[in-house]
């Protein structure tokens, strides 16, 4: 069964402090990996794919990186607009369900002014 | 365009009591699905549609029905809620040839079942 496990369950941050979030799964051969925005209130908002090992996306102040076992999620010089839980979530590949993808259950990210 | 709207956007049900979710896109998506999101639990597929007419289940379909009479709407119905299903549900919608991890989603529903 595929599992994805998010640590933190939450971090706390002073504006400007730099930190990472892992993502770590178990799944019978990675189609994708993706990360995903969720701020209080709303649904999740699609921001990366990663697609194999070695691999890394960057978005502002965001990057993300892949493993064979592990993804991070890599927030560099954090504003409070960073604040939000960021989700993980894999899709294995060959699925017959093209809806499968199991989510982590994210960390919520604090950004103190 | 709205994108994904859902409402209502919070209710509280009795045990036992039926209710019905509404999601409806304006996107002219052909995919639809139905996910409930708990604490310390990612979320979770309950139901989705490929197109008006078809649906299918998801990871926990159970305690839920779906129909798709047209392109816009995909609601989700509690036949008799239990606590259970107290949850945030959140309905997300794609067209086709998108990949699922595209897929919109709405501002959800917040649903406790006393």
């Known amino acids: 069964e595929d599992q994805v496990t998010q640590s933190p369950e939450a971090l706390r941050l002073q504006e400007g402090e730099s930190s990472s979030l892992n993502c770590s799964y178990t799944v019978s051969g990675l189609r994708g990996l993706f990360w995903y925005r969720q701020d209080p209130g709303k649904g999740p908002e699609f921001l990366f794919t990663l697609y194999s090992a070695g691999e890394e996306k960057e978005k502002e102040r965001l990057k993300a990186t892949l493993t064979k076992k592990e993804s991070f999620l890599h927030i560099t010089a954090p504003k409070p607009e960073d604040s939000a839980t960021y989700l993980c979530?894999?899709?294995?590949?060959?699925?017959?369900?093209?809806?499968?993808?199991?989510f982590g259950a994210g960390t919520t990210v604090t950004v103190r002014a | 365009n709205a994108g994904v709207t859902q409402t209502p956007k919070f209710q509280v049900l009795k045990t036992g009591q039926s209710m019905t979710l509404q999601c409806a896109q304006d996107?002219?998506?052909?995919?639809m699905s139905w996910y409930r999101q708990d604490p310390g639990m990612g979320l979770r597929l309950i139901h989705y549609s490929v197109g008006a007419g078809i649906t299918d289940q998801g990871e926990v379909p159970n305690g839920y029905n779906v129909s798709r009479s047209t392109t816009e709407d995909f609601p989700l119905r509690l036949l008799s809620a239990a606590p259970s299903q107290t949850s945030v549900y959140f309905c997300a919608s794609r067209r086709r040839g998108q990949e699922v991890y595209e897929q919109y989603f709405g501002p959800g529903t917040r649903l406790t079942v006393t």
């Open positions: 996107m002219n998506h052909e995919y």
């Open positions: 979530a894999v899709q294995p590949h060959a699925s017959s369900n093209d809806y499968k993808l199991s």
